[in-house]
């Protein structure tokens, strides 16, 4: 059974930065691709960031230049550095890995950006 386990989100003023983190099971994390999504209210949930198992990165474009995701493989975490953050960020952020055509989620952890 694949366990991601997020951690990190919280409320933060604009301009404020946030850090989150997936730990996933050892063998997928190693040989699947991660990536973050975010669920606005009323908002279907959208890919945000992604990363390979070989490290190639692809961000939506609302992020670029403000969020960076990176994979620790000898803890099994990924991370998004969220940096600027905007009230346009508020969502709940998922933690997903995708390997061999099947998916695993974590919980979702709230992200809060006030004016």
């Known amino acids: 059974q694949v366990q991601l386990v997020e951690s990190g989100g919280g409320l933060v003023q604009a301009g404020g930065s946030l850090r989150l983190s997936c730990a996933a099971s050892g063998i997928i994390f190693r040989i699947g691709d991660m990536g973050w999504y975010r669920q606005a209210p009323g908002k279907q949930r959208e890919l945000v960031a992604a990363?390979?198992?070989?490290?190639?990165?692809n961000y939506v474009d609302s992020v670029k230049g403000r969020f960076t995701i990176s994979r620790d493989n000898a803890k099994n975490t990924v991370y998004l550095q969220m940096n600027s953050l905007k009230p346009e960020d508020t969502a709940v952020y998922y933690c997903?890995?995708?390997?061999?055509?099947?998916?695993?989620w974590g919980q979702g952890t709230l992200v809060t950006v006030s004016s």
């Open positions: 990363i390979t198992a070989g490290g190639i990165t």
């Open positions: 997903n890995v995708h390997w061999f055509g099947r998916d695993a």
